[in-house]
């Protein structure tokens, strides 16, 4: 059925991903088959790029990173594709989420990330997806391309942060809940299914021969941009109902599990 899947993009977090950030013990044996037969494989997260790097050292020249969901897309150390926002807009956004309670902004650049929260366990938690990270005083003081801007609340981003700000900038901008407590603004027409279709077009795969896994919100327009989309066994419910096809949960190692018999055809 899938023997002729030329492009495979994963969600990292929730996905290829177990509930304590570790890959699956056989990924990279899995890598390895998959480049053995040209199928071009892609870490598609919410992620930061130097932070997909340190994670797949290994391999880095060999795999496609669509990194900070979708808005910066960079292969064998070069960037293919990006979506900025500008600053008076990233100004407007700053401002606005500053007044809801609870909640610690982090302003995803090109050079690096940015956070002004001084709160201990909200700068754990950002290092955990930013390799790359400056605390500074002032976010509006910023000096970078920003192509992401990523809101935390321990509380929960559905409930306690999009209803706020969905109204005042979902019409402008891709506002999304990438997370239980994380949620992304970005460039308007910006997600990981934009990236993947500008890939199609420099790479030559194609949508039928294109297979994706995700688990949450920002994976929508990814699972969209691929014929064999699945959702994760521990998906929120609403993907799992656009998804073509379900892996198992992403503590039984899915993905892995998915490629192995459906892509490599073994057990």
């Known amino acids: 059925m899938t023997s002729s899947i030329q492009f495979i993009a994963t969600d990292m977090d929730g996905t290829l991903l177990n509930d304590v950030n570790e890959l699956p013990d056989d990924f990279l044996n899995v890598f390895n088959a998959l480049d053995d037969q040209k199928i071009m494989f892609a870490a598609a997260s919410g992620r930061q790029y130097f932070t997909l790097l340190k994670m797949f050292e290994s391999i880095k020249d060999k795999i496609l990173f669509i990194a900070e969901n979708g808005t910066l897309v960079m292969y064998q150390g070069k960037e293919l594709y990006s979506a900025t926002i500008p600053k008076i807009e990233t100004d407007a956004i700053i401002n606005t989420v500053r007044n809801i309670e609870n909640t610690h902004i982090v302003l995803c650049g ?19 997806y930013c390799h790359h990270i400056m605390f500074v005083d002032d976010l509006l003081d910023i000096d970078d391309e920003v192509i992401k801007i990523s809101v935390l609340n321990f509380n929960g981003t559905e409930e306690y942060v999009y209803p706020l700000v969905a109204p005042l900038f979902s019409a402008s901008h891709q506002v999304v809940v990438s997370g239980k407590t994380w949620l992304d603004f970005m460039d308007k027409q910006a997600s990981k299914g934009q990236a993947i279709k500008a890939m199609r077009a420099k790479f ?36 799992k109902k656009l998804a073509r096809f379900i892996a198992p949960t992403n503590n039984e190692q899915g993905v892995i599990t998915v490629i192995k018999q459906q892509v490599l055809q073994c057990n």
């Open 110 to 128: 090109k050079k690096s990330a940015y956070t002004e929260t001084k709160d201990k366990q909200a700068q754990q938690e950002i290092m955990k």
């Open 204 to 239: 030559g795969f194609t949508f039928e021969n294109s297979m994706s896994f995700g688990d949450f919100f920002n994976d929508i327009e990814m699972l969209n941009e691929t014929y064999f989309s699945y959702a994760m066994g521990n998906a929120h419910p609403e993907i």
